[in-house]
């Protein structure tokens, strides 16, 4: 059987890209044999696919670090074939083959059962991206955060991670305050949800160890200098849910924010999320957590699409999430 996919290559010392034909033989071993419907494209995505991060750890590789689709063969006892599924994060697109294919072969420990309530098309349009701005919602709420406690703010609000953690606390009734480099797309976020939206180019972010305290939560995949504003002026007791580095991966800080204001950061780490964890993220994101608003923020792409989504992404042009179609 030969299918499709995107591939990724290292020749001569450079990280390559581009559509071939394979077949079942050539992927990855794995107990469950998915037919690939729709996957999606994840800053990760971009770094590997584009060799601009050292993300791929084998080559060549499939890329894709998202898949949904239905069983085609398994022999794992949990599936069937036929059964509606979706997998994401692990070492998908990374050390074993990945989504961007009209077939995938995984173990079943990284196979959920799609969740009643979501589509193939609405798990991708969601994808790693939406699935990391949920598990920020439930750390948060684990440690405390409620929509009595005050305002909530998401930064980085038009990328992946931002617009799906917005949608998702506004579902939840929480007061959000979107933080965004791109002021011009104010109305699309106030659309989300957003109740408030923060230029970040001229946010005034002080230098004192303490500012004034605002938020009772943040959503924060950007990191470097909005993370270490955002330990200075959180509430007492307030959470920082901390998932990405595209503003830089080193944290200037002090203490103070704490010790003095028991401030909690925490860390998401969607890839190597636990298997119970996971399947309850993801049955709240097909109800209480499901963002309302996916057309909004979803446009959808074929494969041969992804090279130029990959520079979009990384250009710092995209609004939303990328949902790629497969053959």
């Not at 692990?90 to 990284?110: N, T």
């Not at 349009?125 to 701005?133: E, L």
């Not at 305050?177 to 970040?200: C, M, S, Y």
């Not at 943040?218 to 990405?244: F, N």
Request: net charge neutral; hydrophobic share 40%; with cysteine.
């Amino acid at each position: 059987m030969s299918f499709r996919a995107f591939r990724i290559f290292n020749e001569n010392d450079r990280t390559v890209g581009r559509l071939v034909q394979i077949d079942l033989e050539d992927l990855s071993p794995g107990s469950v044999v998915i037919r690939c419907a729709y996957s999606s494209v994840n800053y990760k995505d971009a770094l590997a696919g584009t060799g601009s991060g050292k993300v791929v750890r084998r080559f060549p590789i499939v890329g894709g670090i998202d898949i949904a689709g239905t069983v085609e063969t398994s022999e794992d006892a949990r599936f069937k074939p036929g059964d509606s599924v979706l997998a994401t994060g692990y070492e998908l697109g990374v050390s074993s083959d990945g989504g961007y294919s009209g077939f995938a072969r995984v173990s079943g420990d990284w196979v959920v059962p799609m969740p009643p309530g979501l589509t193939a098309a609405e798990s991708m349009a969601i994808g790693t991206a939406g699935f990391t701005a949920a598990m920020s919602i439930v750390a948060m709420e684990r440690n405390g955060l409620t929509q009595a406690a005050g305002p909530v703010i998401v930064a980085g609000a038009t990328g992946g991670v931002g617009c799906m953690a917005v949608q998702s606390l506004a579902a939840r009734g929480y007061q959000v305050t979107a933080l965004t480099g791109k002021p011009e797309q104010e109305e699309f976020l106030k659309a989300l949800g957003a109740a408030a939206v923060v230029d970040r180019r001229t946010l005034e972010m002080g230098k004192r160890p303490l500012e004034k305290a605002l938020w009772a939560g943040a959503v924060d995949p950007v990191g470097g200098e909005t993370l270490a504003w955002l330990t200075r002026t959180m509430q007492h007791g307030g959470c920082i849910a901390s998932s990405g580095l595209t503003g830089g991966s080193e944290l200037h800080t002090t203490v103070m924010p704490f010790i003095l204001r028991g401030v909690n950061l925490l860390g998401i780490d969607s890839a190597m999320c636990p298997m119970p964890l996971r399947t309850e993220v993801w049955r709240r994101l097909a109800s209480d957590l499901k963002p309302a608003r996916l057309s909004l923020t979803t446009t959808e792409i074929a494969l041969e699409d992804l090279s130029r989504a990959f520079e979009t992404l990384l250009g710092g042009g995209a609004r939303g999430r990328f949902l790629v179609r497969l053959p």
